[in-house]
């Protein structure tokens, strides 16, 4: 799956690391229910998820 350079400079922001944030992207996320977040991001409403929890984190 592509990661969308927006999603992936924000997570990058949010983490500091670069293979932080990838790592983030492709893991399972207590925030998410257990869901993994590159999984979310395909569609408008799991971006905004994916979004919503990184300011939260942020």
Partial sequence: MKIK?????????VFEDPVVAEKWL????????????IEYIGTPEG????????GRIE
């Fill in 5 to 13: 350079k927006e999603i992936l400079d924000l997570v990058t922001q």
């Fill in 26 to 37: 492709t893991e399972p996320a207590f925030g998410l229910g257990g869901e993994i977040p």
């Fill in 47 to 54: 971006l905004a998820e994916v979004r919503n929890l990184l």
